[in-house]
């Protein structure tokens, strides 16, 4: 599996447009996980913190592709992306 975390200001928002789960902090909190799709890839999800920030895992052979989705979407939005390689 291949873990990505993500936060800022529009994390919530960038995810809640290729997933059915509810993200509104009052249904998933700091702490929650599910296992959902998230751009038609199977993924865990986890909310780390209230800042929000999300821990999600796909297979490894789908990372690319969750990551290509990531930029796209982060772009289509008028996010730009900090890469941490730690």
Aim: net charge negative; proline share 3%.
């Amino acid at each position: 599996r291949c873990l990505f975390r993500l936060g800022g200001y529009a994390v919530r928002q960038t995810l809640s447009y290729v997933t059915t789960l509810d993200l509104d902090p009052r249904a998933f909190a700091s702490g929650h996980a599910a296992v959902t799709l998230l751009a038609h890839l199977a993924a865990g999800i986890r909310q780390c913190s209230d800042a929000p920030e999300y821990e999600i895992t796909v297979p490894r052979s789908s990372a690319g592709d969750f990551w290509h989705w990531l930029v796209e979407s982060a772009s289509a939005h008028g996010l730009g992306l900090d890469v941490d390689d730690a």
